[in-house]
């Protein structure tokens, strides 16, 4: 609401100087980013008139802190995909085969363990990083903002930010298995997984994906079988700061915070970003700006106030 707030304020500002706004705004909510964005495609090109514009702004990123604002200049990617691994033609009985043959969960933990390094440092060949510059940031800080248990320890190498900003990095975020409930003296035939990865800035989700396939591929244990199900796609980006209205939101937002924003690159995507890019390939001005602090904890998005709010709608309003 804030970027209404501010819209309404800058009109009834100008209102009371007796000028008008003189200004055009196209202004949409995009609700699919979790479902990839997947009619906003067709949706710009029914539409490219009507949201041509000098600068867009994508206002759905984080603040550096409660009390300092952010610009996005960076996005990582997005590869997620299923992989079924197959082992048996048929369930059997571990107490009459166990320890002779392999069921498909001993393939599935063995082979997922090749994707990350002792540290946990992603090791898939071909995925590479990004050369960004990141500023300081603590593993207390980290711990805070994420819940980090006492005595587990961060993951991954070299600057914290760098990690999450300009490095892939691979989650495991389902299975297909037996759950404890069914669970039975069986040796599982097949197992199904969903791995989806981020990818560094300057790389295509295509061949991130096509890393992916050479390096489990060349590492099935047991000789398992794989099969890989179509990928799901999010393209990494990168802003030009050259920009006429990056230099205007910054002045803004220093302005209106009273204090320099900081750059930063978020960690996730927003697949719709690409689909912008490719829809408006002349358009320079490309603008995430910050709608909460950093952190997804419910306790640091409650200090959020009203007062800060405000601030939102100053800068805004500035720009």
């Known amino acids: 609401m804030s970027h209404v707030g501010a819209i309404r304020s800058l009109a009834e500002s100008l209102t009371a100087l007796g000028e008008d706004l003189d200004l055009g705004i196209a202004l949409f909510i995009e609700g699919e980013e979790e479902w990839a964005s997947q009619s906003f495609g067709n949706f710009l090109r029914e539409n490219r008139e ?3 514009a000098d600068a867009i702004i994508v206002a759905d990123s984080g603040n550096w802190d409660l009390n300092t604002p952010a ?7 997005a590869v997620a995909f299923n992989l079924k691994i197959e082992t048996l033609d048929r369930a059997s009985h571990s107490g009459m085969f166990g320890g002779a043959v392999p069921d498909a969960m001993l393939a599935t ?6 994707m990350w390094d002792a540290n946990g440092a992603v090791a898939v060949e071909g995925l590479r990083d990004a050369d960004l510059t990141v500023p300081n940031y603590s593993e207390a800080r980290l711990r805070e903002e994420t819940g980090l248990l006492e005595g587990v320890s961060p993951i991954g190498t070299g600057e914290i930010l760098s990690r999450i900003w300009a490095k892939p990095s691979i989650s495991i975020t389902g299975i297909d298995a037996p759950d404890i409930a069914n669970a039975s003296n069986t040796l599982i035939p097949s197992t199904r997984v969903r791995i989806s990865a981020r990818i560094a800035p300057g790389q295509e989700p295509a061949e991130a994906f096509e890393a992916f396939k050479r390096h489990l591929q060349a590492r099935a244990p047991f000789g398992a079988k794989l099969t ?10 990168q802003v030009d700061t050259s920009g006429w209205a990056v230099a205007e939101v910054r002045q ?11 750059d930063i690159s978020v960690g996730g995507s927003i697949p719709f970003i690409a689909e912008l890019v490719e829809e408006f390939p002349k358009q320079r001005s490309w603008l995430r700006v910050s709608k909460i602090p950093m952190g997804g904890r419910t306790a640091r998005m409650s200090h959020f106030t009203w007062r800060r709010s405000a601030n939102h709608c100053s800068r805004r309003r500035c720009f």
Do not use: H, K, S
């Open 50 to 52: 009507l949201l041509a």
């Open 109 to 114: 933990v063995r082979l997922l363990d090749t």
């Open 71 to 77: 610009l996005t200049v960076a996005l990582r990617g």
């Open 252 to 262: 803004a937002m220093a302005d209106a915070w009273e204090r320099e924003p900081v």
């Open 228 to 237: 890989f199900e179509d990928g799901d796609f999010g393209q990494a980006f």
